[in-house]
């Protein structure tokens, strides 16, 4: 296996880094190398997102294009948010990233994106008012993690589910606030929704109260009115941009 995946691109590309991280032990002097380099990643992206205003995390597919319904939606729901007084936040990507970064840029609104290095390279969109660039997968989901005071999820593939469900564990052991968690695209996502709902909370596996401030809309006013609902509850003062 490990032959196979020494040929390929994206491990020549990533040789060293987290795929060898990730495949074993080595020596304790190269895993203490290894902390070093984690915690240094970590304080750069401290350092950037620590004086921000209230931010909310945008997640969504690198994939879709301008021309898809959920790009306007995305685009929408980023120019809103930003019109609100809040930080827009995203993985920094194409796609739903850029949507919702290019709504609030165009807006008047700052905008942050968390890059990620990949083997088949991820370039951040042009509608950023900063971005750090992580090599650590954690370490990134981290950063658009801590920083915000909701979540939108717009659609998109493992890595959009990872993080939506990177927020739902937190938030279910009280390793986070509960926020909310916002899934936008109804046709999207109510597949996975009534699953959690008909197996999970059926054979009990999560309770109703894990679900308690998850929101499926198709509404962008609808998602707005719940996350500055849930922040004016927590005592934070937005700026809306002026009109």
């Known amino acids: 296996m490990f032959n196979f995946i020494k040929k390929t691109k994206g491990y020549l590309k990533l040789k060293g880094g987290e795929p060898k991280f990730l495949a074993g032990r080595y020596s ?24 921000l205003g209230p931010a909310v995390t945008v997640f ?12 306007g939606v995305a685009r929408k729901m ?15 990507g194409p796609g739903l990233m850029e949507a919702a970064n290019r709504g609030a840029k165009e807006a008047g609104g700052f905008t942050v994106g968390a890059n990620i290095i990949l083997a088949h390279e991820q370039n951040p969109n042009p509608y950023l008012s900063r971005v750090v660039t992580f090599y650590y997968f954690f370490i ?13 999820v717009m659609p998109g593939g493992f890595g959009t589910l990872d993080e939506m469900m990177e ?11 509960h926020f909310p968690v916002v899934l936008m695209g109804v046709e999207y996502w109510a597949g996975l929704l ?11 596996a999560i309770t109703e109260g894990d679900l308690r401030g998850v929101l499926l809309t198709d509404d962008v006013d609808a998602a707005l009115t719940l996350i500055k609902h849930s922040v004016t509850e927590l005592g934070i003062t937005l700026n809306p941009l002026p009109v």
């Open 194 to 204: 009534n699953w959690m709902r008909d197996t999970m909370l059926k054979d009990a």
């Open 28 to 51: 304790r002097i190269s895993e203490t190398f290894r902390v070093i380099k984690i915690a240094l990643e970590f304080i750069r992206g401290f350092r950037a997102f620590h004086f």
């Open 167 to 177: 927020a739902l564990m937190l938030i279910q052991n009280g390793k986070l606030y």
């Open 60 to 71: 969504g597919s690198a994939r879709f294009s301008e021309s898809q319904a959920h790009y």
């Open 78 to 92: 980023g120019e809103e948010l930003a019109k609100a007084g809040f930080v827009v936040v995203t993985g920094g």
């Open 140 to 152: 990134r989901k981290v950063i658009l993690i801590k920083y915000s005071v909701a979540y939108v």
